[in-house]
């Protein structure tokens, strides 16, 4: 950075300030236009991959047949499944994030002209658009069209409060029984949510939306007991000693040893007191017991908690085993590149579990659906002689893996953890544990002959009589 004659700053380039600003200018209007060209493909796309066919939508033949779902409200198009499946990969995405973008597009382009006009026109951005959109998926036809009607002109300008305030108003006027059904719900709104544990910091956020008498039950016994915290000698702050006091109530319900009895068989039971951790640590049994070998070098200070997926400290695992009534398990340690093949199709969870602390997530393009809710995808079909091995074991969440299944999609193992996808439109993308990558150009990957489809699959199938 340096001065000009002027007095005016200039980058490491030698282009001024108001040179850069122009600029970033021309960069934004570049980035819009771009924006607004996807939102027309979308649109375009969602119009040529119509299904409309619905009979038997509910049959186990969908299966196999392509199926039209819906993505938008009421009156939007139904659009194939299969098809989605690749267009997100295109764009991106994950499965789920993918398809509710493209949702709310599609909700625009055909339920709220007004305002896909206004974005075509450049005078209300995408994203505004799009959030608009989300509002409006669940009304009927009648309110999205009085929502498109009365917002398209104003939604450059209008607060997001007087937008909800609009389809508030749109539900009561053409659907009273859904705004009454809403009011009851808010009422019931009520959760108390632990969310995940901060990376490499062992604490947790929680929150919650409680009823007025248990909030104020509850805020009293915190407080009381942080009280009696501070009066014990604790010198933690108000703050810290609540918190504590939060965990020492759950202890305490943990430590409960109530009678309960079996719905079946009538016989009394105990709970069983305690904490229940599962860890998956890779450290040292030195850093495990706190036993000093002088210089630390090479000795991991680290851990990951497996409920988590996130590091935490050393120092955080010996105070969590400490905790009185922990149970502690200990599992060998595994040999992802082992080979450990079984003659049956069915998956023992003992394969389950290496497939899954090797790839850890769905390995589709742009998912990232957790391995242990995955399906196990033989990758060389177990009929066509396959192994049920970890090498031949790729996790697959359940719509990808119907989308390789039956929809054309195609892989290869490169490596175990290493996977080259292809898409029935010949799109290609390279996927390992840095992610997803996109082939560009393509690179050819030998096709797989196409699998006989089962009797069901034909449409003048009928099953057999008993």
Same mark, same amino acid.
């Given at each position: 950075?340096?001065?000009?004659?002027?007095?005016?700053?200039?980058?490491?380039?030698?282009?001024?300030?108001?040179?850069?600003?122009?600029?970033?200018?021309?960069?934004?209007?570049?980035?819009?236009?771009?924006?607004?060209?996807?939102?027309?493909?979308?649109?375009?796309?969602?119009?040529?991959?119509?299904?409309?066919?619905?009979?038997?939508?509910?049959?186990?033949?969908?299966?196999?047949?392509?199926?039209?779902?819906?993505?938008?409200?009421?009156?939007?198009?139904?659009?194939?499944?299969?098809?989605?499946?690749?267009?997100?990969?295109?764009?991106?995405?994950?499965?789920?994030?993918?398809?509710?973008?493209?949702?709310?597009?599609?909700?625009?382009?055909?339920?709220?002209?007004?305002?896909?006009?206004?974005?075509?026109?450049?005078?209300?951005?995408?994203?505004?658009?799009?959030?608009?959109?989300?509002?409006?998926?669940?009304?009927?036809?009648?309110?999205?069209?009085?929502?498109?009607?009365?917002?398209?002109?104003?939604?450059?300008?209008?607060?997001?409060?007087?937008?909800?305030?609009?389809?508030?108003?749109?539900?009561?006027?053409?659907?009273?029984?859904?705004?009454?059904?809403?009011?009851?719900?808010?009422?019931?709104?009520?959760?108390?949510?632990?969310?995940?544990?901060?990376?490499?910091?062992?604490?947790?956020?929680?929150?919650?939306?409680?009823?007025?008498?248990?909030?104020?039950?509850?805020?009293?016994?915190?407080?009381?007991?942080?009280?009696?915290?501070?009066?014990?000698?604790?010198?933690?702050?108000?703050?810290?000693?609540?918190?504590?006091?939060?965990?020492?109530?759950?202890?305490?319900?943990?430590?409960?040893?109530?009678?309960?009895?079996?719905?079946?068989?009538?016989?009394?039971?105990?709970?069983?007191?305690?904490?229940?951790?599962?860890?998956?640590?890779?450290?040292?049994?030195?850093?495990?017991?706190?036993?000093?070998?002088?210089?630390?070098?090479?000795?991991?200070?680290?851990?990951?908690? $497996?409920?988590?997926?996130?590091?935490?400290?050393?120092?955080?695992?010996?105070?969590?085993?400490?905790?009185?009534?922990?149970?502690?398990?200990?599992?060998?340690?595994?040999?992802?590149?082992?080979?450990?093949?079984?003659?049956?199709?069915?998956?023992?969870?003992?394969?389950?579990?290496?497939?899954?602390?090797?790839?850890?997530?769905?390995?589709?393009?742009?998912?990232?659906?957790?391995?242990?809710?995955?399906?196990?995808?033989?990758?060389?079909?177990?009929?066509?002689? $396959?192994?049920?091995?970890?090498?031949?074991?790729?996790?697959?969440?359940?719509?990808?893996?119907?989308?390789?299944?039956?929809?054309?999609?195609?892989?290869?193992?490169?490596?175990?953890?290493?996977?080259?996808?292809?898409?029935?439109?010949?799109?290609?993308?390279?996927?390992?544990?840095?992610?997803?990558?996109?082939?560009?150009?393509?690179?050819?990957?030998?096709?797989?002959?196409?699998?006989?489809?089962?009797?069901?699959?034909?449409?003048?199938?009928?099953?057999?009589?008993?």
């Amino acid at each position: 950075m340096k001065q000009t004659r002027s007095g005016w700053a200039t980058g490491s380039d030698g282009r001024s300030t108001a040179e850069l600003l122009r600029d970033l200018a021309d960069g934004v209007q570049a980035r819009q236009r771009v924006e607004v060209e996807e939102f027309r493909n979308v649109i375009a796309w969602a119009d040529a991959n119509v299904v409309e066919d619905l009979e038997g939508a509910a049959t186990i033949r969908d299966s196999y047949v392509d199926t039209g779902i819906p993505i938008a409200g009421p009156g939007a198009p139904l659009v194939s499944e299969f098809g989605l499946s690749e267009l997100v990969a295109t764009l991106g995405r994950s499965l789920d994030g993918g398809r509710d973008h493209v949702g709310k597009v599609i909700e625009c382009g055909w339920r709220l002209p007004r305002v896909r006009d206004a974005v075509y026109a450049g005078k209300v951005p995408v994203w505004k658009a799009l959030r608009v959109a989300d509002l409006t998926r669940t009304l009927t036809a009648e309110a999205a069209a009085f929502v498109d009607r009365n917002l398209a002109f104003a939604l450059p300008t209008c607060t997001w409060v007087q937008v909800e305030r609009l389809v508030a108003e749109a539900i009561a006027r053409f659907d009273p029984q859904a705004a009454e059904e809403r009011r009851k719900e808010s009422a019931d709104h009520r959760h108390f949510t632990i969310h995940p544990t901060e990376t490499g910091k062992g604490v947790t956020h929680i929150s919650g939306v409680l009823d007025a008498a248990d909030a104020m039950d509850l805020d009293q016994a915190l407080s009381r007991r942080a009280t009696v915290l501070g009066q014990l000698g604790c010198e933690e702050s108000l703050d810290v000693r609540r918190s504590i006091a939060a965990g020492e109530l759950a202890r305490h319900d943990l430590s409960l040893d109530l009678p309960l009895a079996d719905p079946d068989t009538g016989e009394l039971s105990r709970t069983v007191p305690g904490r229940k951790v599962e860890l998956f640590v890779h450290l040292t049994d030195t850093a495990l017991t706190g036993i000093s070998t002088g210089v630390r070098t090479g000795c991991s200070t680290v851990g990951r908690w $497996g409920n988590t997926q996130t590091p935490v400290s050393v120092e955080q695992i010996r105070r969590w085993c400490a905790q009185p009534g922990t149970s502690v398990i200990v599992r060998p340690v595994v040999d992802l590149a082992e080979h450990v093949p079984v003659d049956s199709y069915e998956i023992p969870d003992r394969l389950r579990r290496r497939v899954e602390l090797r790839d850890h997530t769905c390995r589709a393009p742009h998912c990232n659906r957790r391995a242990e809710r995955c399906d196990l995808d033989h990758a060389h079909p177990h009929a066509a002689g $396959g192994s049920t091995c970890p090498c031949n074991l790729v996790p697959l969440c359940r719509r990808h893996h119907r989308a390789k299944t039956f929809g054309y999609w195609r892989y290869v193992i490169v490596q175990p953890g290493t996977y080259l996808w292809s898409s029935p439109h010949g799109q290609h993308w390279l996927v390992d544990h840095t992610g997803t990558r996109v082939l560009d150009p393509p690179r050819p990957v030998d096709p797989e002959p196409d699998p006989d489809p089962p009797d069901w699959a034909d449409p003048d199938w009928t099953e057999p009589a008993p």
